[in-house]
């Protein structure tokens, strides 16, 4: 039979579910050996994802199988399956490998720690809900998993749940994308109450959507709301405030979920219901003046940070918002190969961050440096990553931003303009890091054991995501759009050479900017911040959006709970309270009746007697009355 | 009025009411002890008034009203004698010292 | 309702009667509410001889013989020999309860009204003549020997009964 491996599937996201609960019973014993089996179960879903990919290259039709009857009400049932697309099995590809590369890189970081079964176990039930996310079959069961990603990240933020910063990040993450979810959440009641039969599988809502089924006020709204959840989660203005802080977790999760695959939930969302967005040109408009911004928001913030995972978490935030731009130009295939770009130089770039803290034990860059020769390895794959992300010919990341930008030269010169400024921030921002960890002199002294190269377990994991981050690009240029025609269908054929060569202007100025204040010192670092001292402290403090909310939405919402809880504790508790000391009462009241008093028996035996009397004779007498 | 029987039992009634009223709100025993024998009075009243105006008039109301009356003297004495044993036991003759039956 | 009362005392039987009850009742509520017991025990003795009255005026003499001599003589100084043998020097004070008193009068008046409703709801059958013969010791005599000679029987024990139980209660204990 043809989809032999598409029909095995469903093994892709059992390995690591298998893993979580073999981890939940046994890890404390298991220990270090944890991560043996994240590892391989990991393993095994990249094996199996590989060979799905390799069969659905030469495949026409989806697969789908959607036969377990999850709830029957009425004459409706919703039903549960898995679905392998062209996208589909690319996500697959992507998240087990990142995955397996971050398994094998935690078990040399997470070294000394003692909770490490809890964080194999946590990762891998995070890989389970992400491939689960990833070949949902309709929309409810992605909305399923969607809510377990965002408990696993909750989870993993709040790894070292002893260090208030990440209890508070932990929070922060779970509750910023909680309100993108509820957007998403009436976004799937709209569309069950709109769609002809009730149906929520993709395949019945790209029908439904190209014949038009549902009216286009309808449509706006529902495509609006499915890009909410994915500004939720996927980190865009205004949501964006918990990615930096779920910083606080552990470098290989920042890795994995918050620059490969949990971020990108929300742009392979929006990919997968496209076809609500193509039928709504005000929700594509919105999406992409929403990602456009976002890009170079994020990208002004990351020039002014310190600490080296903040700066990679807006750079995270800036490409996904050149992700959701594409998206929202109509350049859908441009938007997933910068997906498929990014999550391998973005985790490399962390997992080399990572490399980096885990030797000198410190995160401020300021107070690194020198680091180039004592960590060979590590600086030139972070050196590597840092020009994919630049978009440096021929690197992959050159590749997916010029087939962004191209479009939005064709679209909107507004679009190319503000994403061209956002690659020259990148790069600039990227050359800083750079040149202040790696290059000249360590600014303070490193303490302890002299900083020298991470172990091998970590140092594989880099080589082999440096080499597809130079690699990956190439099933996408101008020259060769293969990617397009199996993803999408139609090619884009024309070159155009402006683009290419003006994003690459834009890289190395802001590559050679970055040399001259940090390397060279031609330009004194605090040139701009000595003068207008008001805008570096614009930006150093993330524009003070946190501020805002903080006064806005978390002062008055606090307060309203507190009121609440005033009332619960004194209306609610009190009416439970009086009937209880009601009946107290009434219970004393009848014990003081038995004091041993004969005349009070008296009394009350004669009380008894009259209403017997009454009751018993006298309704003979009412009633005839 | 033809018939007097109502007013004799109207009669018999006040008096037992009253000596209910006494016999449960007095503190002193004794004087629970006489207000028992006024009720015991009044439903004598009743039979009397009943033997001589009551539907089957005959003598067996005035039998009876005699053994209630001998039944009376006998519970007073006994009555009495408790009392008097009691007032050794606590000192006093308060019925609401006599409160072991409580619980 | 003043023509029944004239009605009523027209009869001389009647007016007996009436000024009988009103001394029965008046003294019976003296009874409840004066302070000292032995005024108490007085009045009751009151009461006791308005109802050997209101007994000779039912035609049963013997009863109200008997009433006399028991109630009125051997129940009274019985009462008194207690109150003797009980000694309290101080006044009797009523304790202060009054939710007690008030819900205890407000039943004892409720118990009355119920009574006095099912009175004044029956209708008695006319009495057709009551026989009570000459001499009612004699009546009452035969009747007792007669056919109630067992319950006679049995109160003679009741009586021994009590007064050899009462002897023993009230016994000094000996040492």
Redesign the interface.
């Known amino acids: 039979m043809e989809s032999t491996y598409a029909q095995l599937a469903w093994i892709v996201p059992l390995a690591p579910l298998i893993a979580f609960l073999i981890l939940l019973a046994v890890g404390r014993q298991l220990n270090r050996y944890s991560a043996h089996i994240g590892f391989i179960a990991s393993l095994v879903s990249f094996i199996f994802s590989i060979l799905i990919l390799i069969e659905r290259l030469g495949e026409e039709t989806n697969y789908t199988w959607n036969d377990w009857d999850w709830l029957s009400v009425g004459g409706l049932s919703l039903q549960m399956g898995f679905e392998i697309t062209n996208l589909n099995a690319l996500m697959l590809v992507i998240v087990t490998g990142v995955s397996m590369l971050v398994n094998l890189y935690s078990a040399g970081y997470m070294k000394n720690d003692d909770r490490i079964h809890v964080f194999f176990s946590y990762v891998a039930l995070f890989t389970f809900s992400m491939l689960g996310l990833v070949i949902s079959e309709n929309i409810l069961e992605l909305y399923i998993f969607w809510e377990l990603v965002g408990v696993c990240s909750f989870l993993l933020v709040g790894f070292w749940y002893f260090k208030p910063e990440a209890k508070a990040a932990a929070k922060k993450a779970f509750i910023v994308t909680r309100i993108g979810d509820v957007g998403l959440f009436i976004a799937i009641l709209l569309l069950f109450w709109y769609m002809p039969g009730h149906q929520l599988s993709f395949s019945a809502i790209h029908n439904a959507l190209s014949e038009g089924a549902i009216s286009s006020g309808i449509v706006t709204l529902i495509a609006i709301l499915i890009f909410v959840g994915a500004i939720g989660k996927s980190g865009q203005f205004p949501l964006h405030t918990w990615l930096p802080d779920a910083m606080e977790g552990p470098t290989p999760i920042s890795a994995l979920i918050h620059a490969a695959t949990m971020v990108a939930a929300g742009v392979y969302l929006v990919a997968v219901t496209y076809p609500v967005f193509e039928a709504s040109a005000t929700a594509l408009t919105v999406v992409a003046i929403v990602g456009a911004f976002t890009a170079l928001f994020a990208a002004t913030i990351g020039i002014a940070q310190n600490d080296i995972k903040r700066v990679l978490a807006y750079s995270t935030v800036s490409q996904l918002g050149y992700m959701m731009l594409a998206l929202g130009i109509g350049a859908q295939v441009a938007g997933i190969f910068h997906l498929f770009t990014h999550a391998f130089f973005k985790a490399l770039l962390f997992l080399a961050a990572g490399s980096v803290i885990h030797m000198v034990h410190k995160q401020n860059i300021n107070e690194m440096g020198g680091l180039g020769k004592r960590m060979k390895i590590t600086a030139w794959t972070f050196g590597i990553g840092a020009l994919a992300l630049s978009g440096i010919f021929p690197l992959a990341g050159f590749w997916s931003k010029d087939a962004i930008l191209a479009v939005a030269y064709d679209e909107n010169p507004l679009y190319f303009a503000v994403g061209l400024i956002a690659a020259f921030f990148t790069a600039f921002y990227m050359a800083r890091v750079f040149f202040l960890v790696f290059a000249g002199k360590p600014r303070t002294p490193y303490e302890g054991q002299e900083p020298k190269e991470s172990p091998a377990v970590m140092t594989i994991p880099l080589i082999l995501l440096a080499i597809m981050a130079v690699v990956a690009g190439f099933v996408f240029t101008p020259f060769n759009p293969w990617l397009g025609e199996w993803l999408g269908g139609a090619a884009e054929e024309h070159v155009n050479w402006t683009v290419m060569i003006l994003s690459n202007v834009v890289g190395l100025l802001g590559i050679g900017l970055g040399y001259l204040m940090y390397k060279k010192g031609s330009i004194a670092r605090d040139a701009v911040s000595s003068r207008v001292p008001a805008l570096y402290n614009l930006v150093h403090n993330k524009y003070y959006i946190d501020e805002l909310y903080q006064l806005i939405v978390v002062v008055p919402l606090k307060a309203l709970g507190d009121l609440l809880s005033l009332f619960d504790r004194y209306v609610v508790d009190g009416v439970v309270k009086l009937a209880a000391g009601s009946a107290l009462y009434v219970g004393r009241l009848g014990s003081r009746l038995q004091n041993g008093q004969l005349q009070g028996y008296g009394l009350v035996s004669l009380v008894g007697i009259l209403l017997l009397m009454v009751l018993l004779v006298g309704r003979r007498f009412f009633h005839v009355g | ?11 018999g ?23 028992v ?2 009720m015991l ?1 009044a439903c ?2 009743n039979f ?2 009943f ?7 005959s ?2 109301g ?2 009876f ?3 209630n ?10 009555g ?6 009691l ?2 036991q606590k000192g ?2 308060d ?2 010292d ?6 | 309702m003043i023509d029944n009362l004239l009605d009523f005392l027209s009869d001389g039987e009647n007016i007996v009667f009436a000024i009988l009850a009103v001394i029965m009742i008046s003294s019976s509520v003296f009874m409840i509410s004066f302070t000292k017991v032995v005024h108490m025990v007085v009045s009751l003795a009151l009461v006791f001889l308005s109802a050997a009255g209101l007994y000779v005026l039912l035609e049963a003499e013997f009863v109200a013989f008997v009433q006399v001599l028991i109630y009125a003589g051997a129940i009274t100084i019985l009462m008194i020999f207690g109150i003797m043998m009980t000694r309290h020097d101080k006044q009797d004070e009523e304790p202060k309860r009054p939710f007690y008193n008030v819900l205890l009068f407000v039943g004892a008046f409720a118990l009355f009204g119920v009574i006095f409703f099912a009175i004044q709801d029956t209708t008695f059958a006319p009495s057709y003549g009551f026989e009570p013969g000459l001499d009612n010791t004699r009546e009452i005599g035969l009747l007792l020997y007669r056919e109630y000679v067992i319950p006679f029987e049995l109160v003679s024990v009741l009586l021994t009964v009590a007064f050899i139980g009462s002897i023993v209660m009230a016994k000094r204990e000996e040492e």
């Open positions: 009025m033809d018939n007097i029987l109502p007013s004799y039992l109207i009669l009634a006040i008096l037992f009411c009253i000596g209910l009223y006494g016999a449960l709100a007095k503190k002193n025993a004794i004087i629970v002890l006489l207000s024998e006024l009075n004598n009243l009397i008034a033997a001589k105006y009551g539907p089957v008039p003598l067996n005035q039998i009203s005699l053994f009356i001998a039944v009376a003297a006998a519970e007073a004495a006994v009495v004698a408790i009392l008097i044993a007032f050794r006093t003759s019925v609401v006599m409160d072991s039956m409580r619980h």
